[in-house]
């Protein structure tokens, strides 16, 4: 069965410091992989995803993911952390199994978030 | 592109009382998508629509629950005789015609309180 896990429920860093917030997958064969970010009571905001290609994905605000098929990781990067990038974030993979009508739906499945704390 | 719409933004209900709640997506894309998030958790899926068919429900959404989406543009998901287990934050979600590599953009979500 397709997965993704944020080992992770949070992550506290500097501002001005490098962050990184971590995910590793499970799937049969090639990831479809999605990050995700979320304020306070507010929907989801697409930062990046990878389908193929270069294994460094570089996304909005200044977020990059680098895929590492090895260690079956996708882990969110950004060199210099914001007091404003405080915020809850999901890493997802794109469900590959076909639904009964023969249709892949490409419903995402999520980890379970990762609380990150920038302090100034 | 004014983006994914969600309709209310917050219900208050009693228990055993039916809600409706309404998704607008983004004009041009054709797939839609509920998912229910409960506190502390990831998003989860419900269901899935491909213009106006509905191509797949999960195994979380009981008998009490039933989504359309009649003319492939807004979709409502009504949920009959609510319990307090409903409580949750419900999202929508819409992408485009190149399936699962297309990006899924969700709506602010609508959270409801079962009392």
């Known amino acids: 069965a397709q997965s993704v896990a944020q080992p992770e429920d949070q992550v506290n860093v500097a501002e001005g410091n490098p962050l990184t917030v971590k995910c590793t997958y499970s799937?049969?064969?090639?990831?479809?992989l999605f990050w995700y970010v979320q304020y306070p009571n507010r929907g989801l905001q697409f930062l990046l995803k990878?389908?193929?290609?270069?294994?460094l994905v570089k996304g909005s605000y200044g977020f990059e993911a680098e895929f590492n098929k090895s260690q079956t990781s996708f882990h969110l990067k950004k060199p210099s952390a914001l007091v404003s990038d405080s915020a809850l974030y999901f890493c997802?993979?794109?469900?590959?199994?076909?639904?009964?009508?023969?249709?892949?739906?490409?419903?995402?499945?999520f980890g379970q978030g990762t609380t990150l704390q920038v302090k100034p | 592109d004014t983006g994914v719409s969600q309709d209310p933004r917050h219900k208050i209900t009693k228990r055993g009382q039916n809600v409706t709640f309404r998704c607008d997506p983004i004009?041009?894309?054709?797939?839609l998508y509920w998912y229910r998030q409960t506190l502390g958790q990831g998003p989860e899926f419900l269901t899935y629509?491909?213009?106006?068919?509905?191509?797949?429900k999960s195994r979380l959404l009981s008998d009490r629950f039933s989504a359309e989406r009649p003319k492939g543009s807004f979709s409502t998901l009504e949920i009959q005789r609510t319990e307090q287990g409903d409580s949750a934050m419900y999202l929508c979600?819409?992408?485009?015609?190149?399936?699962?590599?297309?990006?899924?953009?969700f709506g602010p979500g609508t959270r409801l309180t079962v009392l």
């Open positions: 979600a819409s992408s485009g015609h190149r399936g699962g590599t297309d990006t899924q953009y």
């Open positions: 799937v049969s064969g090639n990831p479809y």
């Open positions: 990878y389908i193929t290609g270069d294994n």
């Open positions: 997802a993979v794109r469900d590959l199994r076909e639904s009964l009508s023969s249709s892949n739906t490409g419903k995402l499945i």
């Open positions: 004009s041009e894309h054709n797939r």
């Open positions: 629509f491909q213009n106006e068919a509905q191509l797949e």
